[in-house]
């Protein structure tokens, strides 16, 4: 779904729009009106959609909201590259986040994003499919690398024994980066990592 800096993502239980013996779908007009409305605050934003939901009667659950702003990545902050399906790729993947973090300035995190990148590349040569692979990097409160692949299996930790010739890339990105993670995608899978920036 395309967003804008300063929108909104809206986040809640169903508790909050959902009343026995109403359409769910009011609860959810309710919610969209209240929350298109400008607020001078984050909490007043909460605050003006939980009024407008919390006059309804019948309201027996628990309820949650979440909601974040969204204020967007600048382009000369995002670069991304295509790879093929060849295992030369890791070599290539490590030369351009290698460039692209000296054109940053950000030259002192080149050697642990190297690594980490070029063990996702490599399991991501190894199990897609079809398609071809996308390696994006993001600079903004940290840096984030991300490597997506056609494959829907989410990749796990191992524990490699010393004799194993896979199933230590994972272990090398967990121990490395500030966190890490996968997620699903429509079309496979992105696996990710972030790193800490350095001080100035």
Known sequence: MPVAPGDRLVMCTDGLVEVRGEDIGVGLAT???SAAHPAASMDDACDTIIRALNTRGGRKDDVALLMARLNGIEPEDVAEWRLSLDPVEARRARS????????????RLADPAESMVSELVTNAV?????????????????LLCEVADDDHTLPTLLSASPGDEFGRGLRIVSTL??????????TGKTVWFELTLPRR
């Open 31 to 33: 919610l969209c009106e």
């Open 96 to 107: 351009v986040v290698r460039e692209q973090l000296h054109d940053w300035g950000l030259a």
């Open 126 to 142: 190894r199990h897609t499919h079809s398609r071809r692979i996308e390696l994006r990097l993001v600079r903004g409160d940290t």
């Open 177 to 186: 980066a500030r966190e890490w993670g996968t997620s699903r995608t429509s």
